[in-house]
């Protein structure tokens, strides 16, 4: 990316988006929900032990599209075994994480990219994106996570303890009890829980992701940036 750019990029954020989501109302977007089980919390290390992703659009989501993948790896699980429940055994048989990457890859044509913590999982796809001598288009992000930060801000001077996880945005806006840990269970609350975020914020439907450039919720990842 020039100079030229970032600078353009700095002085206003919203130009980083893509053209053809550039004034495009949210609820119009093609979304895809992601999810990502790690060994670890540590980006500079951490492997991918499963990948779940859900399309959808419209305030609906496409359960046809609903995708899972148990990814191979030799790497020590640590304690993630305890949080996702899959045993080495099972990882053995699983794919290979440099085709997994390749599948989701596609996506970023075509689809805004949905995450609950986008810092740690793209923190690790880039990582391995990278490491495997993969290319990647920009891709875009909302972050459920930062979006719900976001919104307790505005209700609260201190964050009150743990309000920010999966399970308790969800609580918060009182979707349902939702199976946790698991890749594309987590890929389908994530996206759920957009859906209701972004009813609260505009119950109309009009918001577009530069409306909320500020909240710090959108991203535009470019991986040679």
């Known amino acids: 990316m020039s100079l030229l750019s970032r600078i353009q990029q700095w002085l206003n954020p919203a130009s980083a988006i893509p053209v053809q989501w550039q004034d495009i109302k949210i609820k119009e977007l093609p979304l895809i929900g992601i999810d990502l089980e790690l060994t670890s919390l540590d980006i500079s290390t951490s492997n991918i032990t499963s990948i779940g992703w859900v399309k959808g659009q419209g305030n609906c989501l496409d359960l046809a599209s609903c995708h899972y993948s148990v990814i191979c ?45 986008v810092t740690l999982d793209m923190g690790v796809l880039f990582r391995l994106i990278r490491q495997f001598g993969l290319t990647m288009p920009p891709v875009v992000t909302i972050d459920t996570l930062k979006l719900a930060v976001y919104q307790l801000q505005k209700q609260h001077q201190m964050m009150p303890p743990n309000s920010a996880t999966l399970t308790v945005c969800r609580q918060r806006h009182d979707l349902p009890l939702a199976p946790a840990h698991n890749a594309l269970d987590d890929a389908v609350a994530t996206l759920e829980l957009l859906f209701a975020q972004l009813y609260q914020l505009d119950a109309k439907g009009q918001i577009t992701l530069a409306d909320l450039m500020h909240s710090g919720a959108i991203n535009v990842h470019q991986l040679n940036s």
């Open 73 to 117: 790896t030799t790497e020590s699980l640590n304690q993630s075994p305890v949080i996702h429940g899959l045993t080495a055994e099972t990882i053995a048989l699983g794919e290979d994480v440099k085709d997994a990457l390749q599948m989701l890859i596609q996506e970023a044509h075509n689809h805004v990219w949905v995450l609950h913590n």
